[in-house]
């Protein structure tokens, strides 16, 4: 089975210019997230999707960022303007809707696009 | 205050070693907890979960204590392949909702 995948795997962009990464999740989850490593700092949470609705969105740092889950399937993550604080590693995770051990339902991690802001 | 803090690290260890990483989380209402695995460079994977009854699987030894708001992970007889960064990660409520995750621990064993 095909794990979550993620496009770009780098990005260079120049400040102001706009940005989009994709996350394809594993085929027959609902849930989508998304998360981001800044240099030297925890893993953050940014937005988690159930199917095309955001449940919350609640870590989106500012409206320069966009999600969008169109059709329920993949998302996309659109910055824009970039800033140079916008560098670090996007990831994106995914889950099922209903987990087999309700306690400790997993969430699986694509490789994460590495966004660099210069 | 951060939402879950773990010792920085680095470990250094040698083969064969035991050693023991130690995490705490700020919010009393997490309800599931989970050490993950960061290989450089790669992505997170989930190593184990953490029950409240601590947990054993094979060299790896997980235990919570919610009195304490602390978890933490024991490694018997490292292997060079344990090298990587260990990640505390709690979640509250909803089996559902986000992760919360510590800045992570980064574990060498030399040989």
């Known amino acids: 089975e095909a794990g979550v995948t993620q496009f770009p795997s780098h990005s260079v962009i120049e400040k102001g210019q706009t940005v989009t990464l994709r996350c394809d999740p594993i085929?027959?989850?609902?849930?989508l997230y998304w998360y981001r490593r800044v240099m030297g700092k925890e893993i953050k949470f940014l937005l988690h999707?159930?199917?095309?609705?955001?449940?919350?969105e609640s870590g989106m740092p500012n409206n320069r960022f966009l999600a969008e889950r169109t059709g329920g399937t993949y998302s996309t993550l659109k910055v824009q303007p970039a800033e140079l604080e916008d560098s670090g590693v996007y990831f994106c995770?995914?889950?099922?809707?209903?987990?087999?051990?309700?306690?400790?339902?997993?969430?699986?991690f694509g490789p994460g696009t590495r966004l660099t802001v210069l | 205050r951060k939402e879950v803090e773990q010792d920085p690290g680095p470990f250094n260890v040698p083969e064969g070693a035991t050693v023991a990483f130690n995490c705490t989380y700020s919010?009393?209402?997490?309800?599931?907890f989970f050490w993950y695995r960061q290989d450089c460079r790669k992505e997170p994977k989930l190593l184990m979960s953490?029950?409240?009854s601590g947990n054993e699987d094979g060299r790896f030894t997980a235990q919570l204590n919610r009195a304490s708001q602390y978890i933490s992970l024991l490694i018997r007889d490292s292997k060079l392949s344990d090298s990587a960064t260990y990640l505390c990660?709690?979640?509250?409520?909803?089996?559902?909702?986000?992760?919360?995750f510590g800045r992570g621990t980064q574990l060498t064993v030399w040989p």
């Open positions: 995770a995914s889950s099922p809707q209903v987990p087999l051990d309700f306690s400790y339902n997993e969430q699986f």
């Open positions: 085929s027959g989850h609902d849930n």
């Open positions: 999707f159930v199917k095309e609705s955001k449940q919350d």
């Open positions: 919010n009393s209402a997490s309800q599931s």
């Open positions: 953490v029950y409240s």
């Open positions: 990660v709690v979640r509250r409520g909803s089996t559902l909702g986000r992760l919360y």
